[in-house]
């Protein structure tokens, strides 16, 4: 069984930091794209950033030059860091992973369970 734990969520105030980390964990093959999305309070869920096994990423336009996807592919961990962080960011942010575990032939999409993140004075 697969599992995506998210874990870095928190309070802060305007202006300060958090990284987001995702670990992937199970009997997990290949993991072809990592993401992350956030949905706010009475909003739909949004993505935030995308990131490919070969490093190539996407943002939303309103996190572009505040965030940054990485992952460590021989972990299976994919980050979120979070910067200049605006009250408009609070949200639960939930990990996405596009995946093939050992027995499956195709890519399938795993979620997170989500975090937390506030961000208020």
């Known amino acids: 069984q697969v599992q995506l734990v998210e874990s870095g969520g928190g309070l802060v105030q305007p202006g300060g930091s958090l990284r987001l980390s995702c670990a992937a964990s199970?009997?997990?093959?290949?993991?072809?794209?990592m993401g992350w999305y956030r949905q706010a309070p009475g909003k739909q869920r949004e993505l935030v950033a995308t990131?490919?096994?070969?490093?190539?990423?996407n943002y939303a336009d309103s996190v572009k030059g505040r965030y940054t996807i990485s992952r460590d592919n021989a972990k299976n961990t994919g980050y979120l860091q979070m910067n200049s962080l605006k009250p408009e960011d609070t949200a639960v942010y939930y990990c996405?992973?596009?995946?093939?575990?050992?027995?499956?032939?195709?890519?399938?999409?795993?979620w997170g369970q989500g975090t937390q993140v506030t961000v208020s004075s």
């Open positions: 990131i490919s096994s070969g490093g190539n990423t």
């Open positions: 199970g009997r997990i093959f290949s993991i072809r794209t």
């Open positions: 996405n992973a596009l995946l093939k575990t050992n027995w499956s032939p195709v890519y399938d999409d795993y």
